[in-house]
């Protein structure tokens, strides 16, 4: 391979050029990285032009430039989060007070890795799940989004890469290996979190997913971010700015979704907006359904002694969790947690530490709900009786308490006959998804949309609607 200068190809604020043995291991990592993008990453449209956004650098000019790119050549960069505290110290757990980590403790090394390394994971995963969405994108502007979304994906996986090789040695260098190696959905090589190995077959579920999925990662990330290990913390601190994206892609998405089937229903009169090649409220409630409670998922046990653990042991704090009015330890506190006792759902008071997935959880919840409130604006400014409601918090699990149970939307427990008839008035049928697919055709006459979906308010960095996102 010819001779590629790194530091110029990769930009940074980690002073790559300076450090020799890192160069060399990213310089091994890159060709894998690249087959992997060409192979799993995007399919087709690798030779097109596309509108994108590029970190440059973390200040305010730089970490987004705006230029028409092939996506191989997208410069995916490395970035911390500037900070100037000169003295920065721990806010939470037993080293509480004491200056954060600049490299890991040896005793958190093993916790330290698997936390970045389950990070790592889900990036180039969700990646490959959104594979095949080009061919069916409802216009331009949705293409270039779903691209803006992978590639940077795809710098967030560099970002963990960047903290495996630089501070795990031969072991950060094998799990960087792993990480090209895993694929979403195959049952011999999977994705580690469950969300990560469902498909995004539909548009739909692209925007659901970036509402509710990628939303995890803001809880994530954020709880990450308070890390006492300090490259990580600053890592999450600047990915978090790229999160938001992702989301305003997933909430706009399925506003657009929502505004066109309030369309359709105003002017005809009629609740069958199927009938116009839309999607009716109802099918979008169930897919509200399916991927709030998947991705509800992700944030593990209700009660979790891991949890507890990295707490303590200042790996993960809380959201914000300098703003939380407390001793930041824990040790006594209690945390009102729902429980399944006895076949029946009950609050229960628990210990804090023991609850901190559940915390996130709640913050999460409670965030979902912004924008699902903002979703039903839309319905009642056009006149439509319909509601959107968030599902039980027990609904429909595979991790945690609630998992063996039969838990309907509104938080009945109920046995497994009855789930069974209802499974398709709650969740997405086969006919559903069916349904949904055949409305996936590919538009890509620039300001032209699909038929299922209302076109944005505004266009990418005020550029028009019917700007040439990506140039075909
Ligand atoms: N699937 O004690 P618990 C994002 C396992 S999204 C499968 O509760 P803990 C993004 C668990 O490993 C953000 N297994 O677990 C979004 C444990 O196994 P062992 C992703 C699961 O340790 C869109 C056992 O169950 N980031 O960035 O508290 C696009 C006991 O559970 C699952 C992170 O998740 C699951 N869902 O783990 C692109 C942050 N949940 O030890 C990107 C990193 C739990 O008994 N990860 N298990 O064999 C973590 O912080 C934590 O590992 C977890 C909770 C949140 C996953
Ligand atoms: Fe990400
Ligand atoms: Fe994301």
């Not at 430039?65 to 092939?70: G, P, Y």
């Not at 040896?106 to 080009?134: C, M, N």
């Not at 409130?373 to 609630?402: M, S, Y």
């Amino acid at each position: 391979m010819a001779q590629v200068d790194y530091s110029e190809l990769i930009p940074n604020n980690v002073d790559l050029a300076s450090d020799r043995r890192l160069k060399r291991a990213l310089e091994a990592w890159h060709p894998k990285f690249m087959d992997w993008w060409c192979n799993y990453g995007p399919d087709q449209y690798q030779d097109k032009a596309v509108y994108l956004r590029t970190a440059v650098s973390v200040d305010k000019d730089g970490w987004a430039q705006f230029d028409h790119v092939k996506m191989p050549d997208y410069r995916w960069g490395i970035f911390l989060a500037e900070d100037n505290r000169d003295e920065k110290t721990i806010n939470f757990g037993e080293h509480k007070g004491q200056p954060v980590w600049q490299e890991v403790p040896g005793e958190y090394r093993g916790p330290l890795r698997r936390l970045i390394v389950t990070q790592g994971d889900t990036e180039p995963a969700s990646v490959e799940q959104q594979r095949i969405l080009a061919a069916t994108a409802p216009s331009l502007y949705d293409m270039r989004n779903l691209f803006q979304v992978n590639v940077e994906e795809a710098r967030h996986l560099w970002a963990m890469v960047y903290l495996l090789m630089a501070h795990f040695g031969r072991d950060g260098r094998e799990e960087a290996e792993e990480l090209l190696e895993r694929r979403s959905g195959d049952p011999d090589k999977p994705r580690i979190l469950g969300a990560f190995n469902e498909r995004t077959p539909d548009w739909l579920s692209f925007y659901m997913f970036t509402y509710f999925t990628d939303r995890d990662g803001k809880y994530q990330l954020a709880s990450l971010a308070e890390s006492a290990f300090d490259p990580l913390a600053r890592t999450c601190q600047f990915m978090l700015t790229e999160e938001a994206h992702h989301m305003y892609v997933g909430e706009t998405g399925v506003a657009r979704v929502i505004q066109r089937a309030c369309d359709l229903m105003r002017e005809h009169r009629t609740d069958d907006v199927r009938k116009f090649g839309a999607i009716d409220l109802p099918t979008l409630q169930k897919y509200v359904n399916f991927h709030f409670s998947v991705s509800e998922d992700l944030f593990g046990a209700e009660q979790s002694t891991n949890a507890a653990n990295y707490f303590t042991q200042g790996l993960k704090g809380r959201y914000m969790e300098a703003r939380i009015k407390d001793d930041h330890l824990l040790k006594d506190s209690p945390y009102s947690v729902t429980d399944l006792v006895d076949g029946e759902l009950r609050q229960q008071e628990v210990p804090a530490l023991t609850a901190i997935n559940e915390r996130l959880r709640d913050d999460y919840i409670a965030d979902c709900q912004r924008g699902v409130d903002r979703w039903n604006k839309l319905i009642r400014d056009a006149g439509i009786d319909f509601e959107i409601t968030l599902p039980h918090r027990a609904f429909h699990r595979q991790i945690g308490v609630f998992s063996g149970a039969h838990v309907t939307p509104q938080g009945k427990v109920v046995d497994a006959a009855t789930w069974a008839a209802h499974e398709y008035d709650w969740l997405p049928s086969p006919a559903d998804h069916e349904y949904v697919q055949s409305l996936m055709q590919q538009v890509t006459e620039p300001g032209r949309f699909a038929s299922w979906i209302a076109q944005p308010r505004i266009g990418i960095n005020n550029q028009p609607i019917e700007f040439p996102y990506v140039k075909l």
